[in-house]
């Protein structure tokens, strides 16, 4: 299939009844992206899903990880582009710099746990939004990026700039957004789109191994450490990061994971860590 037929069929749709929803499998949760007849786009009810369901899945001290992935064989083709104006449009400000799909990508983003975006196929637009704001992405051999607003006359999210930037370094991303141009899994890795890229064959094997081992990781040191990369990526200024710092040595201080290391690594044995959540008070 072209990339061009993607375009076309994401224009033509219009909204329909694509969900979102979660599949668990011990400490992994799936959050995935189900609209098969339009490759996965993203309509404006599914746009407003991710910000609760989030927050279901950060108060279940059960799941350690989640993975996004859109079902069947494509990540996303985007936004519903039929209703774009609509979903872009932020009630509040009266503007049209991201609404339901900024509101989306920053909750993906701000999530405490680690993320993993699992990108089969086409992942384009708002696709790579969500994408993008995940921690790990791991890209399948046939994954197929796209930033597109410049076919459509659009001016992309803010959000979704900034994180691009981040991301790719300035350059890219004025490649990307300048030209619309598709690009493959290699070169989405070469740019800084995708962590690492895995064989088609045994991708979601792969995806579903790569996420169980992260989610036996400690969480503390995972969480920790996401905070602070996140806080400095972000342009937090040195005194706020060095805060952010000294709240986690803190919490280390009332958190058994160290000491279940410790023991592990010393006995040889595989760590059992324990920490579900900072410790209040």
């Known amino acids: ?32 992206m189900d609209n098969p007849g339009m490759r996965n786009a993203i309509t404006q009810d599914m746009w407003q899903q991710f910000e609760d369901l989030l927050a279901q899945l950060d108060a279940d001290d059960s799941v350690k990880v989640v993975v996004v992935r859109g079902v069947g064989e494509h990540f996303s083709a985007g ?20 609404g339901d799909i900024t509101v989306a990508e920053n909750a993906l983003a701000r999530f405490r746990k680690p993320t993993i975006a699992a990108i089969d196929g086409y992942c384009v637009g708002g696709g790579w939004q969500i994408a993008g704001a995940c921690d790990i992405r791991l890209a399948s051999e046939r994954a197929v990026y796209g ?32 030209s619309g141009d598709f690009v493959g899994a290699q070169e989405a890795l070469r740019l800084g789109l995708a962590t690492k890229v895995l064989a088609l064959e045994a991708f979601w094997e792969d995806v579903a191994a790569f996420a169980s081992h992260v989610a036996a990781r400690s969480q503390f040191s995972a969480q920790g450490h996401k905070a602070l990369i996140n806080a400095m990526s972000s342009g937090a200024a040195d005194v706020e990061v060095d805060e952010l710092s000294a709240y986690w040595q803190g919490q280390m201080a009332v958190s058994e994971d160290a000491a279940i290391g410790v023991a592990a690594f010393l006995a040889k044995e595989t760590p059992r860590f324990t920490w579900l959540r900072p410790h209040e008070g």
């Open 79 to 98: 936004a519903d582009i039929a209703s774009v104006q609509r979903i872009l449009h932020d009630p509040a400000t009266g503007q049209s710099d991201g």
């Open 1 to 32: 299939m072209s990339a061009a037929t993607v375009d076309a069929l994401t224009i033509g749709a219009g909204e329909t009844m694509g969900v979102l929803r979660i599949e668990q499998t011990g400490p992994v949760a799936t959050l995935i």
């Open 147 to 178: 930033i597109t607003p410049a076919k459509i006359g659009i001016v992309y999210p803010l959000s979704g700039i900034r994180r691009l930037v981040q991301l790719a370094g300035p350059a890219t991303a004025k490649y990307l957004l300048l």
